[in-house]
T-cell receptor, first 112, second 116 residues
């Protein structure tokens, strides 16, 4: 069975600085997808960034980028130039055929 | 375009009662998923519909949970009878095409269930 682990229950960052959220996963499959979702307070979860396992190049979306280390089964999210609106619960997820396997989440606080 | 909507946003019931949660996916989305987050733990998969058919219900905790998707449109998740450990937030998500493993899931805001 696939598992996803986020070892940082809480993180904080100063506005305009950079923060990295960690995620590791375990799978025996070679082709899969990894995602980071964010859930702002009282709002629905939205997709931040997606990585296809067969692509070696790390995905980037504006201020968000990932460090995908397939051999190490690591998938960290880097947020550059943090903004107050980035404050949310961040979930790392592995996509299996019929749905997502989530980590426990990391609560990110952005300090002004 | 309307997103995924869930109702009710919060339900408080007594142990032994019945609750029905509803999810309206984005129109035209074939895939509909139910997830649950209990006591601040990880979000766990419950089941997956493709149109009106249950594709995978391996995450359903027990036979007190019954999910349906009428005509491949909205879905309901009924808990009967509810137990204390059923408390949590129930999320619904949808995505457009069956078999699109890499596709984005669109989530609702969740239905918070509190069982007293």
């Amino acid at each position: 069975a696939q598992t996803v682990t986020q070892s940082q229950p809480e993180m904080s960052v100063q506005e305009a600085e950079t923060v990295t959220l960690s995620c590791t996963y375990d799978t025996s499959e070679s082709d899969y997808y990894l995602f980071w979702y964010k859930q702002p307070p009282s709002r629905q979860m939205i997709l931040v960034i997606r990585q296809e396992a067969y692509k070696q190049q790390n995905a980037t979306e504006n201020r968000f980028s990932v460090n995908f280390q397939k051999a190490a089964k690591s998938f960290s999210l880097k947020i550059s130039d943090s903004q107050l609106g980035d404050a949310a619960m961040y979930f790392c997820a592995y996509r299996r055929k019929t749905g997502l396997t989530f980590g426990e989440g990391t609560q990110l606080t952005v300090n002004p | 375009e309307a997103g995924v909507t869930q109702f009710p946003s919060h339900s408080v019931i007594e142990k032994g009662q019945t609750v029905t949660l509803r999810c309206d996916p984005i129109s035209g989305h074939d895939n509909l998923y139910w997830y649950r987050r209990v006591m601040g733990k990880e979000i766990k998969f419950l089941l997956h519909f493709v149109k009106e058919s249950k594709q995978d219900e391996s995450g359903m905790p027990n036979n007190r949970f019954l999910a349906e998707r009428t005509g491949g449109t909205y879905s309901t998740l009924k808990v009967q009878p509810a137990e204390l450990e059923d408390s949590g937030v129930y999320f619904c998500a949808s995505s457009p095409r069956a078999g699109d493993v890499g596709g984005e899931l669109f989530f609702g805001e969740g239905s918070r269930l509190t069982v007293l």
